[in-house]
């Protein structure tokens, strides 16, 4: 029996381990759920689950739910704020904990957690994306077990566990990381001018929210995710690339330098994913669909650059070590991404915009979580100006 906590426990990946461990109540204890605003939902969880502990964004929502919760008899103590999240990541008597916050609030519950040496369940992206290489120096120095939950690079990491990783290294010549190509694959930039926000919204493959669906018709999601694989996986940028595979079944592949390719392979959906961090290192059943080989035929293309200019951006960041520049990169975007989705600027605006922000700001790499958090509201502060 794992004692569990969940940052960000309401939202999809929340819900999708809550799921699983619904599946499998002997397997794990839920120790703590924490969610921002949705108390209705972390009611009926904490209903479901009786964990210890459940976190809220502030002492009202936190009142609310404790009324809520008493008048059920229920045991779940309820805390607020982040202190309290960090407190729940970091109990001594928690084994394990998925950080599914999603932005830039995820990092500090998350890093603080590493610090203590857990087990990482890692879905919030942006703790990669702006703190790499503080996130990765502190898993080396306190030994902390830090899993990919991101189903590319689960997938890699997949491929590459059936090793010893360290051995693995100079083995591996390539990291290739799919991409659906999104809803706008086959349009031109002439085309791309008109996208409206429900258009960009229509993913082909995977059933998300509105931020992550216009980032995956960007392919500015695929672009945060090269930055995840360069931390995770320690590879030269130059050894990482994205091949476009319409059909996400190839969740991603690694080529070793004997000319093998190892594809790690299922139908799309993130209770696999989820489930293997989870269990790792061993395989447990997932309650997942099946995949029929014999249904569809696997495609790949090439990726064209000069129609998903994040992905351009992101090779230049790396290979540039601007690490700084990652924060703005991702800051810059979800600003315009919500000016995008409330029809403050044009879908072609989004990359335009960043392409500003990265030339106008001017930050030294962070030393530290506090300072990357600070660079992310000034560059918030600097895009808001280019439309408002
Ligand atoms: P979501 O929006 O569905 O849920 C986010 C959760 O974070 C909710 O529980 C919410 O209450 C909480 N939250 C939001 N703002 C917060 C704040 N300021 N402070 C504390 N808690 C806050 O997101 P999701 O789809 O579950 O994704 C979570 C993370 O995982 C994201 O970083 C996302 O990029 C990443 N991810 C998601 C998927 C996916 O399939 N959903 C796949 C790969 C990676
Ligand atoms: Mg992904």
Same mark, same amino acid.
């Given at each position: 029996m794992k004692n569990i906590t969940i940052? &960000?426990?309401?939202g999809s990946i929340g819900q999708n381990t809550l799921s699983i461990i619904a599946d499998n109540p002997y397997d794990f204890s839920v120790y703590a759920l924490s969610a921002h605003t949705q108390i209705d939902r972390l009611f009926t969880q904490c209903l479901q689950f009786s964990p210890k502990y459940a976190v809220v964004a502030n002492k009202d929502l936190a009142a609310q739910l404790t009324t809520k919760l008493k008048a059920q008899n229920s045991t779940t103590t309820v805390l607020y704020g982040q202190k309290a999240l960090i407190d729940i990541a970091c109990d001594d008597a928690v084994d394990m904990v998925m950080a599914a916050i999603v932005g830039i609030a995820g990092l500090t519950p998350t890093y603080e957690a590493i610090k203590k040496g857990k087990k990482i369940l890692l879905a919030n992206k942006e703790s990669l994306v702006t703190a790499g290489h503080l996130f990765m120096a502190a898993v080396e120095k306190y030994n902390a077990l830090l899993l990919p939950v991101d189903s590319e690079h689960n997938a890699i990491f997949q491929c590459l566990s059936s090793f010893n990783k360290k051995a693995d290294k100079g083995a591996v010549e390539k990291i290739i990381l799919t991409a659906s &190509? &999104? *809803?706008?694959?086959?349009?031109?930039l002439a085309e791309l001018q008109h996208v409206t926000p429900d258009e960009a919204c229509a993913h082909p493959n995977w059933s998300m929210g509105r931020k992550i669906s216009v980032d995956s018709s960007t392919m500015m999601n695929k672009a945060l995710e090269v930055i995840e694989a360069y931390w995770l996986f320690g590879? *030269?940028?130059?050894n990482i690339e994205v091949l476009i595979h319409p059909q996400s079944i190839v969740h991603s592949m690694v080529k070793y330098c004997d000319g093998s390719f190892i594809a790690q392979m299922g139908t799309p959906d993130m209770k696999t994913p989820i489930g293997y961090a989870m269990y790792y290192p061993k395989r447990h059943f997932i309650d997942v669909p099946n995949l029929d080989f014999t249904q569809k035929a696997l495609t790949f293309e090439q990726v064209d650059l000069s129609r998903f200019g994040a992905l351009k951006i992101v090779f230049t960041l790396l290979k540039n070590k601007d690490y700084a520049g990652n924060i703005v990169f991702n800051a810059a975007n979800e600003v315009l991404v919500e000016a995008f989705l409330s029809g403050q600027i044009k879908y072609l605006e989004i990359i335009d915009y960043i392409e500003k922000a990265l030339s106008k700001a001017n930050f030294n790499a962070p030393g530290d979580i506090d300072e990357v958090i600070a660079i992310d509201q000034q560059t918030r502060l600097l895009v808001n100006d280019f439309f408002a």
């Open positions: 940052l &960000g426990a309401t &190509g &999104g *809803p706008f694959r086959q349009k031109t590879m *030269p940028i130059e």
